[in-house]
């Protein structure tokens, strides 16, 4: 099992029990400022490149997933509302393949690949919808995402930061009466063209997703 997919079967599980007790009616309580650093995984759903040239192998370029570090820090300003910065920082290289286009010891076909260095930062404003009574909360908001790193650090490709949106949800699982964790599930939605008027790379869509744990340290009472 990858570390990616056992941080989400992880994941899976403590969310599983936190919304168990996030949908257990319970007395209102104050919130205030708190500061969340967190530490989860990101996937890139889509490829940078998928193509086939005429008569030529299939070429793919894609974002590796790869773990995420990064902190959230939260202002409430009404029951049900609050306002939220994040930030977060992944190690993500980016990587090349071309179909059987190189020959193992007994002479078969296999794909090339090729890593190179690369890293992903988001930052994000955004808005917490949480029903009152209940620890589950929705988010929806804006982003920016900037691919950094030797893969980008190229004349070639000088549009690596873009705007978009992110949406998602998040839940506390209450440990003790002293310690909580925030689970999240994002989804960072953007349009991402590194090299502009330029043909390797075509204006796509593309979505991140962010499966997080962090630790709530309130900063007011």
Request: proline share 5%; with cysteine; net charge neutral.
């Amino acid at each position: 099992m990858t570390r990616g997919n056992w941080f989400v079967r992880t994941f899976a599980v403590l969310a599983g029990l936190a919304l168990a007790g996030a949908l257990t009616p319970r007395p209102s309580q104050a919130q205030g400022i708190s500061f969340t650093p967190y530490v989860g995984s990101f996937y890139a759903l889509k490829s940078f490149v998928d193509v086939t040239p005429q008569g030529g192998s299939h070429i793919t370029i894609d974002q590796s997933n790869t773990a995420v570090f990064g902190a959230r820090l939260t202002l409430p300003i009404g029951g049900t509302l609050s306002v939220e910065g994040a930030f977060g920082y992944a190690k993500s290289d980016v990587i090349l393949r071309e179909a059987d286009a190189c020959v193992d010891p007994a002479n078969f076909q296999v794909d090339c690949s090729t890593n190179f260095s690369g890293n992903i930062i988001t930052g994000s404003g955004r808005l917490l919808f949480k029903p009152r009574r209940a620890n589950i909360w929705a988010i929806l908001g804006g982003s920016y995402i900037k691919h950094s790193g030797k893969a980008w650090d190229d004349s070639s490709t000088p549009e690596t930061g873009d705007i978009g949106g992110v949406v998602g949800f998040g839940m506390r699982a209450v440990i003790t009466s002293r310690i909580a964790l925030n689970l999240t599930a994002e989804a960072t939605v953007y349009s991402f063209d590194p090299d502009g008027k330029d043909t390797l790379f075509d204006s796509k869509t593309q979505t991140d997703l962010i499966f997080s744990v962090g630790f709530p340290i309130s900063l007011s009472h």
